[in-house]
DNA sequence: GGAGCCCTTTGATCCACATCAATACGATTA
DNA sequence: TAATCGTATTGATGTGGATCAAAGGGCTCC
């Protein structure tokens, strides 16, 4: 039975016409026609296993990465090792933009779980944004909206107090989650209390107190890595009532 | 005799063409004929008085704004009247660009001096760099670079201590005066103490204070708001060596 | 299905930076 | 030259989160 089924049917599954990502992804906006064009650019599929590197920092840059499945976090490491992550990426994201500006990666990319990417060789990416005017601007949105989450994440590092920092990080997650088809309140970390924590700008310690006392307040419910939000309105509060 | 000079050569003189910024700016990399298309879509220009917005959060996107001269804060802030200064601009550099992913500005820009821009209109930037294969390139470094700064700050503000934040922000302004043919190590700060602290995590006085400690130190002489850094590898020891 | 290891939680103590407070400086204007 | 105001410095004290430490829990990989 399989043996009937042509080969050219499973390569179309996983194209981005057919994909269910394509309204977070590089072909929003696209027409048809057009999504089949981005379809030829994307070449290949590399899977990667949980905690291997989809790209180091250094390596030279050649193609940016669509998440099909799975999840990762980037960072940044000095020489005298402490790290950084500057972000969580999941399903439609886009991984590797910190390439363009050097032609080499400036940070590390490390699967959270066993991921698969779609390779977007970035040459050709820019080739075809010269002739499709909405992937153009679609792409320029995707980096635009690095940029602003950058800042969002400043503001965060900057300004906010450990629960406020937990407090929009488990927000963030579960919009992200719900634009993805999944429960809003219901779901599981894919990442530890340590890379939270680097995340955050916190240590480990202080990310577990502070899960135990959202749980506490009746937040959260936190039973290791599985999350449940019990009272989004809270969190929310914690985060603009300021109180000096 | 002024009154026997055309006025198309005022206008050429502040033309990309002709402007000494170029090599920092969007027109690098760009031939001469492709810099005169540049210099057509680029409308107007912008004088900007010190403490005025350029742009506020929540206006309409139009356009980017390449700095012709002085220098610029960008900040976030929050309902409860918490601020983030997100990154200091000047000459060459270009703000707006968080404008993009929602057609509407994210951020404040406020010019820290007297100052002006030249305005982008962005649709015509998209339409031009559909043509001109190394401007859209261009363009895409500088939003890449964009992206890689932000991780720079926020290793920074997750990872550093105070003294390693002031340090990594002297010698970061240090290599950008640089880039602009003036000294690496006798400058003049735009900002001030509490702005340079929002952007850097910390308060007014703990700047002042580490201003002072590397005064002591005999790492850089500093009188007010003119910084005259004595020891650059003192700084950069600073950084990399962290003793924990 | 069990051994080992990593991850998480929780408590006790410490310290870097915040906060509070007062003074001093410099630029601007009268 | 004095008055005013925003900015900067410096000192005293407080505190949120780091650090140190130990025990418990749950994956992962044989």
Do not use: W
Not at 120 to 140: N, Y
């Amino acid at each position: 039975m399989n043996s009937a089924i042509p080969a050219t049917i499973i390569e179309i599954k996983t194209a981005c016409s057919q994909c269910n990502l394509r309204e977070l992804c590089l072909p929003f906006g696209l027409d048809p026609r057009e999504i089949n064009q981005l379809d030829e650019l994307v070449g290949s599929r590399r899977k990667i296993k949980r905690q291997q590197h989809l790209y180091r920092s250094g390596e030279s840059f050649e193609a940016i990465y669509a998440i099909r499945a799975g999840s990762f976090k980037t960072d940044v490491i000095l020489e005298d090792g402490r790290d950084q992550v500057t972000g969580f990426q999941m399903t439609g994201e886009v991984l590797g933009l910190d390439g363009i500006s050097t032609e080499h990666h400036s940070c590390n990319a490390i699967a959270l779980e066993d991921s698969e990417v779609c390779v977007i060789p970035f040459s050709r990416l820019e080739e075809l944004s010269r002739q499709v005017e909405s992937l153009q601007h679609q792409f320029h949105k995707i980096m635009s909206r690095e940029i602003v989450r950058d800042h969002g994440v400043m503001m965060l590092l900057g300004s906010m107090r450990a629960e406020e920092r937990l407090a929009a990080f488990l927000l963030n997650l579960s919009q992200r989650f719900t634009a993805r088809g999944f429960s809003p309140s219901e779901f599981h970390l894919r990442m530890t209390r340590d890379e939270i924590g680097s995340y955050l700008g916190l240590k480990l310690e202080t990310v577990s107190r502070a899960f135990s006392r959202f749980q506490e307040e009746g937040l959260v419910a936190v039973q290791q890595k599985h999350i449940r939000i019990l009272d989004t309105p809270g969190l929310k509060r914690l985060l603009n009532h300021h109180t000096i």
